[in-house]
Nanobody, 121 residues
Framework: QVQLVESGGGLVQAGGSLRLSCAASGNIFSINTMGWYRQAPGKQRELVVTITSGGSTNYADSVKGRFTNSRDNAKNTVYLQMNSLKPEDTAVYYC???????????????WGQGTQVSVSS
């Protein structure tokens, strides 16, 4: 089993910054992709950004130039630096990791518990 612990959400004014982190632990042989998704009230969960083990990133157009995703492979941790936040960034942010576990074939997705990000105008 793999556990994810997220931290760093909160309330900020428009134009402000927040940094999210997500640490993975447990039965981890290797981690493929790590990333963030978000879900606003009444909307479907959407991709924010993913990052591969080699550091390649894929950002949603809505956050390009404002959000930066990074990962520390030694700590199995992924970070999301969010700058120039807008009210439309308000959502619950979920960490996602794709893991290969010991004594297991294939990859499996795990999700964090979610952290609320609220941006006031």
């Amino acid at each position: 089993q793999v556990q994810l612990v997220e931290s760093g959400g909160g309330l900020v004014q428009a134009g402000g910054s927040l940094r999210l982190s997500c640490a993975a632990s447990g039965n981890i042989f290797s981690i493929n992709t790590m990333g963030w998704y978000r879900q606003a009230p009444g909307k479907q969960r959407e991709l924010v950004v993913t990052i591969t083990s080699g550091g390649s990133t894929n950002y949603a157009d809505s956050v390009k130039g404002r959000f930066t995703n990074s990962r520390d492979n030694a700590k199995n941790t992924v970070y999301l630096q969010m700058n120039s936040l807008k009210p439309e960034d308000t959502a619950v942010y979920y960490c996602n990791v794709r893991v290969r576990s010991y004594n297991s074939y294939g990859l499996r997705d795990y999700w964090g518990q979610g952290t609320q990000v609220s941006v006031s105008s």
